[in-house]
């Protein structure tokens, strides 16, 4: 605009008449023009601002930050629960567990997880140098399962992502189904809330071949064994003399490598391994808000890996938090109740309370009770279904000042 405003004026036209056309105030257009006639430019000149108080570096570590993603207390309550419910499986009982997982494997060479700490002024030295692939040639998706004596072929998800439809064509009935076979009705399969294994014809294909498939917490960290078998798998073919060049020598080794895994070695992410794992994974939003968390997370990394000593430390940990939950409650003036309704792929109804109370000058929103609900569900019913809740709690009805 300020271009055609300067044209205006070197045709002849007035400073008010190119004011009036486009409706700008004279005073504006007559410092542009004089501006013109005095450096020869109609571009702004660029202020000197404020000097600024942080780095690049620094602004992306902020943005990095506000877009990190808080749990909400009642996800880390689900996931506590889960481990509650499931810290008195016997071995027996994970030996039907098929644990799952898919994972995406490329020919590059930086994972971007070696940090190291070095002197101020040092970045370019060579040995604080780590060389990175900005445009790695080519990745590959792998699925694969793992259970005490046991495990699936390493399956290649070939030319595109991983849709419900395939995740049924080339997961569930050449692989899964097998193993159900072959170990029973105990059979268990275990995989994450990804949206291609959660569509409604993923789970008609595993009721119509029943297949029951183990309840996962809802955006809780990653609790799967297989991780740490990931983890290995990489480092095995990293560590090769002629690592993979191309996608097809990538494919060959990934499927040799993985089947070199020793059995013994997946048995032992299996039975000792998978409670710590989700004990560790709960801990950080677990006891965000305690003073202590970092001591806390150091003392159970350093607990034994002994399967009772894991189930009496979560026991005993569960304890604890549950009568803190009381006593919190109970100590609160009043009480506010939240009840959310809702039903799953399978067409099974659940009620979740949720309490919302002070704490001194904290406010805080925990939940209380999971219950399960008639699909057709009545007042009286989801009535009688809170009330139980909160006695579970001893929570005094008299405190209770509004529901929702």
Excluded at 180 to 204: E, P, Y
Excluded at 362 to 373: G, H, V
Aim: hydrophobic fraction near 35%; charge should be positive; proline fraction near 3%.
């Amino acid at each position: 605009m300020r271009g055609r405003i300067i044209g205006k004026i070197e045709e002849g036209r007035k400073i008010t008449h190119v004011a009036r056309e486009f409706d700008i105030a004279h005073s504006v257009v007559s410092r542009l023009w004089k501006s013109f006639k005095t450096t020869g430019m109609c571009s702004r000149r660029h202020g000197g601002g404020r000097v600024r108080s942080t780095t690049p570096a620094e602004d992306r570590y902020i943005v990095l930050s506000a877009k990190r993603k808080v749990v909400p207390q009642k996800h880390r309550t689900a996931r506590l629960q889960w481990c509650r419910e499931h810290h008195n499986r016997t071995e027996q009982d994970w030996a039907c567990v098929l644990f799952s997982d898919e994972s995406r494997l490329s020919l590059s060479s930086d994972c971007r997880r070696q940090l190291i700490w070095r002197e101020s002024g040092t970045a370019y030295r060579p040995e604080n140098i780590q060389e990175k692939d900005r445009y790695p040639t080519c990745s590959i998706m792998v699925w694969a399962g793992i259970m005490i004596n046991g495990r699936t072929r390493l399956h290649v998800v070939a030319n595109g992502t991983m849709t419900g439809q395939r995740y049924i064509d080339e997961v569930l009935l050449p692989h899964v189904r097998f193993f159900r076979g072959a170990v029973g009705d105990k059979f268990v399969f275990m995989d994450d809330n990804a949206t291609c294994h959660r569509t409604l014809t993923v789970q008609d294909c595993l009721d119509s071949e029943d297949i029951q498939r183990l309840v996962w917490p809802a955006r809780s960290p990653d609790l799967n064994p297989i991780e740490n078998v990931w983890e290995t798998l990489g480092r095995q073919v990293s560590g090769r003399n002629y690592p993979p060049t191309n996608k097809n020598t990538l494919i060959r080794i990934l499927t040799e490598e993985w089947d070199k895994l020793p059995q013994q070695l997946l048995d032992n992410v299996v039975q000792r391994r998978v409670l710590k794992e989700a004990w560790l994974a709960c801990a950080p939003s677990l006891f965000d808000d305690f003073d202590n968390k970092d001591k806390i997370i150091q003392r159970i990394k350093d607990v034994p890996l002994s399967r009772n000593t894991m189930k009496d430390r979560i026991l005993k940990l569960a304890e604890n938090v549950t009568d803190q939950q009381k006593n919190d409650i109970n100590s609160a003036p009043f009480i506010s109740l939240c009840l959310d309704e809702s039903i799953d792929t399978t067409k099974s109804a659940s009620l979740a309370v949720f309490a919302r109370y002070c704490v001194g000058n904290i406010i805080k929103e925990e939940l209380i009770a999971i219950t399960s609900l008639l699909t057709t569900t009545k007042g009286t019913d989801i009535c009688t279904a809170v009330r139980n809740s909160l006695a579970e709690k001893e929570i005094d009805l008299k405190k209770l000042f509004s529901n929702h």
